[in-house]
Every structure is written in structure tokens, then in C-alpha cells.
């Protein structure tokens, strides 16, 4: 386990095998030298598809700095107004994340 912004996420797993196609909160990350760095935060209803098919994979590509790496928020029944808002809280907490929430915000 490993704690960000007071949530418990799985992982880092190096790949979607074992990541469930349920809904939840999930980290994009990479790791060097043992250090992780955080690349992106997002939020599904089915987050193995998510991870697979992202739409920013290509900033994850761009900024890692060594294997990328997923970490997973379980979420249950919780709705997509609330995952949002963990994604919103983890983003003020990690202002270095480079990938933008929405395509049109610059890239950090």
C-alpha cells in the first residue's frame, strides 16, 4: 500500500494484469533509483480499460524517467463527482504532476 493525500493506493503494479476493470481512483508513476515520481492522476469507471486507452499516455512517454508504473484507488459505488474530487485534492497536494488534467491546460 502506499499513502497519497490520505488515501490507501495499491501497488505500484507494472502492469494492468492485475489491475480490476472497476471503478476507482488510479496513479500514473515511474520509478528511478527507487524514487517514484508522480506523472498523472486520473479517475474511471473502469480503470484497467482507462490505463490502456488513456489519452495522455503520450505525456506519460514524455516525462517518465523510468518504468511506468500504476497505483489504484478501489472505489466501490462511489460516484464520479467524488472520485473527481480525490483526483482535484491529490493534484493541489502534488503541484509537479507534468500531465494536465484536461488536454487543453499546458503541460507542466
Known amino acids: ?3 497519497i493525500a490520505d488515501y490507501a493506493f495499491e501497488g505500484p503494479y507494472r502492469s494492468v ?4 476493470d472497476s471503478p476507482g481512483v488510479f ?6 533509483a527507487g524514487k517514484y515520481y508522480l506523472l498523472d492522476v ?7 480499460k ?18 511506468i508504473k500504476y497505483a489504484i484507488h478501489y ?3 462511489m ?6 474530487k480525490i483526483e482535484k485534492k491529490i493534484r493541489r497536494e502534488y503541484k509537479t ?5 484536461h488536454p487543453t491546460e499546458a503541460p507542466r
Do not use: Y
Not at 496513479?27 to 528511478?32: D, Q, S, T
Not at 482507462?50 to 518504468?67: D, L, V
Open 27 to 32: 496513479l500514473v508513476m515511474c520509478e528511478l
Open 17 to 20: 494484469e492485475k489491475i480490476e
Open 75 to 77: 472505489t466501490g459505488d
Open 42 to 48: 486520473d479517475h474511471s469507471d473502469e480503470m484497467r
Open 50 to 67: 482507462a490505463i490502456q486507452n488513456h489519452e495522455r499516455r503520450s505525456c506519460w512517454e514524455k516525462h517518465r524517467r523510468g518504468p
Open 97 to 101: 504532476i507534468p500531465c494536465p488534467a
Open 79 to 84: 460516484s464520479p463527482g467524488k472520485r473527481e
Open 1 to 3: 500500500m502506499m499513502p
